[in-house]
């Protein structure tokens, strides 16, 4: 078992990582107060981790524990989910002594993660991600949400955990499409933050692809240190740690535009983030072949390195929907290097259009057969 | 104009206290961020401050101001007022660099502090309170919230506004009975934090009930820094803050018990606060003399002493419901003194049901008449 530590004063908290994680008392009791504990998952994820979960929380002391199942998917990031997740709660009536627990992927972590936010004013959650994408990105850091039918993550708030268990266990039974959805944040972390993650990673994702233990652990390992970095330096994303969000801006477009759930989340980062790659090559910033090392670890990795093929216009206007605006200016998060991303808003539109267009009209490349 | 500070840190905010403070563009320049302007209210108070309050703005230099009108109620704190107001926004196009001013009285501040909460994941409000109740309480301290049909304030977030713009000009036209309603928060500020206080309006009530300017802004004032004291030690009602309930817990339970909005907030602490002392008379903690000193201010009031006839269990029921248990035991708060209460959660529930029956089968003294 390896911690990492999430430094934020009174807010701080243990990223726990290691096969069995989800079994371990000791993990969960220093978290539990007097109240109810509710583990708020869904019918995918229940019938295989419930049971296993609720014996720890049992053998750590919980007194009363019981289940919230939200559905399965990215509808679930909703606001009537939300509404049915409170009123189990309070259905339960547990009180401002109780305690979430978020058992599943992304979508659960951030679903319980607000509804820890905002009942009865804010109360205690531990995040229990079970995905590679959960465990690699979402859980870590605080950001909860649902979408909006104008845009994803438009009602939330940052809301740490008080502790997340990343059991590395639950990825060997991973689809291997949610696997590749993961797989593009952790391409995230190498391209935006960690050159040598990056090679790591050309160098291995046929590992990652075999859901070999040792590769899993150490990309879930080295993404919790650099997110809990980041978040560490700018919780509340007043700046460095929207260079997290390389890859979103398109990619929320893509998602929004193609209907919640279509693409997976990580596929449309993926997409997205060549899209960022070409706009950082026009704006002068990077070198084609650092573009091309991240399409070609994309493709490798088996997720979309072309986006849906719509006007430049469809994906400027479902941009302008989301929240990266300041002061009425688009803010885009592009390459310098690999390893070395920076938040740029004054990078011209005719720029934004020809990598928009580059990328949709591009076909596979030689790499995506490898 | 006084100026009360909210000490917090990075989250520290001024009270500004005075007649036609509203209309000073200087208070809001400080505050106001690139974006939009949303501002929240009803369409009673709409028309009679809006104007000012835009024309304020636009002199203080905001770039765009939109309005969102809720209804006018204790009906508008509804998870359905929330999505509205936050469809409002999306629909608007605000960014996370817009910001809200809840103008209005504690109902509005709720909810639109509660929209800023969650917008986003949290943008910038400012409070601008024009009743009583929201000028001397709910604009101060950040609790913001919305109801559920399973009790008050089930939903919601602490988060802090940039500034609270008290206008004590606008407390001239407030109808009797919200003026009323704000008398019983001040009473609870004396009666719970500060002898001074409670004697100075035992002397007092008849200015305050015929609307003298420097009565009120006296009240105003006071109750501010008591509350900015409480909050500034106990941002999240870890311990002291809880005193500020004193009257709350029963009182929730008449609003709930009777339908939010038959009894106005303010005429539900009234009543509660009479139980709770009779709580602490029967608790062996404080004198008979001081809860019939409570009583007789609430009666001069013109406030209701005598709470719903209904059986103590349909009142141990509603409380049961509410927040204020912890680790299944009934917390209250009782009066040691006038002007000191404290928090217990070891008191016997034979005394809680004798502290109701007494004060529901109790008839108006001579002091209602005075």
């Given at each position: 078992m390896e911690t990492v530590r999430v430094a934020l004063g009174a807010r701080s908290y243990p990223i726990h990582i290691g096969p069995g994680a989800i079994d371990s008392a000791e993990l969960y009791r220093p978290h539990l107060s007097r109240g109810k504990v509710a583990i708020v998952t869904n019918p995918v994820v229940g019938p295989r981790y419930l049971g296993r979960v609720k014996a720890a929380l049992m053998r750590a002391g919980a007194v009363e524990t019981f289940d919230v199942l939200a559905e399965d998917g990215e509808q679930a990031k909703s606001w009537a989910s939300l509404e049915k997740v409170i009123d189990a709660l309070l259905g339960a009536r547990m009180g401002r002594d109780g305690m979430i627990v978020a058992l599943g992927g992304g979508v659960i972590g951030d679903l319980a993660g607000f509804a820890a936010a905002v009942y009865q004013r804010g109360i205690g959650y531990l995040q229990v991600p079970t995905t590679l994408l959960a465990q690699v990105d979402?859980?870590?850091?605080g950001k909860t949400a649902v979408n909006h039918a104008r845009g994803k993550n438009m009602v939330g708030a940052f809301h740490q955990p008080r502790a997340v268990i990343a059991?590395?266990?639950?990825?060997?039974?991973?689809p291997p499409r949610e696997l590749r959805a993961g797989l593009a944040e952790v391409i995230k972390h190498g391209f935006a933050l960690d050159a040598e993650l990056a090679a790591w990673l050309e160098a291995n994702i046929a590992r990652l692809l075999a859901q070999d233990a040792g590769a899993l652990a150490h990309v879930v390992r080295r993404s919790c240190e650099l997110k809990a970095q980041v978040v560490a330096a700018d919780e509340l994303e007043a700046g460095h740690r929207a260079l997290l969000n390389f890859g979103h801006t398109f990619g929320h477009a893509i998602e929004a535009g193609a209907g919640?759930?279509?693409?997976l989340h990580g596929e449309a980062v993926a997409a997205g983030m060549v899209i960022a790659a070409n706009l950082s090559v026009r704006a002068g910033l990077l070198q084609a072949g650092d573009a091309a090392r991240l399409r070609g670890v994309v493709e490798r990795a088996g997720l979309p390195a072309v986006p849906p093929a719509w006007p430049a216009d469809r994906y400027l206007e479902l941009m302008a929907a989301d929240k990266k605006v300041a002061g009425g200016r688009m803010r885009y998060v592009v390459l310098e290097a690999v390893g070395r991303a920076v938040l740029r808003n004054d990078l011209r539109e005719v720029d934004v259009r020809a990598a928009i267009d580059a990328a949709t009209k591009a076909s596979p490349t030689a790499a995506a057969s490898l």
């Open positions: 979402s859980s870590v850091g059991d590395t266990g639950t990825l060997a039974s991973l919640y759930g279509k693409w």
